[in-house]
């Protein structure tokens, strides 16, 4: 029998958002967003690779990542991508299954679903929070709101 793939519960996101918040307590800049790629890996089982990318110029930049190895797209255009639509439309972007979004980008063979959350400072989006699952269907509407928070807290330590 399969196992069930992780959902993350909404008490689960809370208690993750509050050991984000110490452990960005004090840090600011690429360092908090290191320290928050790393917890995220290895505090939610379905998040098998995590990255933040920022803004420079009409490009996203890979700036910090956690996960079992690093990716080749380092620079990705604005508008290209599951990740340039989302800086672009400044929207969180789902993919439940990356072999049905034209837009995706392969990093992994092993990526099955992928969310992309932007991060927003004087209302503008300036990085993003990209998340790739090995499992279908991996992220729900909690993950989003999840991540969404983090991108908050994040932006507040830009």
Known sequence: MKATAFRMSRERAKEVLVELESAIASASGRSAREASVRLL???I????WVGIYVVEGKDLVLDAW???SATEHTRIPIGKGVCGYAAKSGRTEIVSDVTKDPRYLQCFLS???EIVVPIKAQ???VGEIDVDSDELDAFSAVDGEFLEAVARKIASRW
């Open 41 to 43: 890996n290895s505090s």
């Open 45 to 48: 089982p379905s998040y098998s």
């Open 66 to 68: 956690s996960g079992p």
């Open 111 to 113: 990526t099955k679903a």
């Open 123 to 125: 209302g503008s989006v």
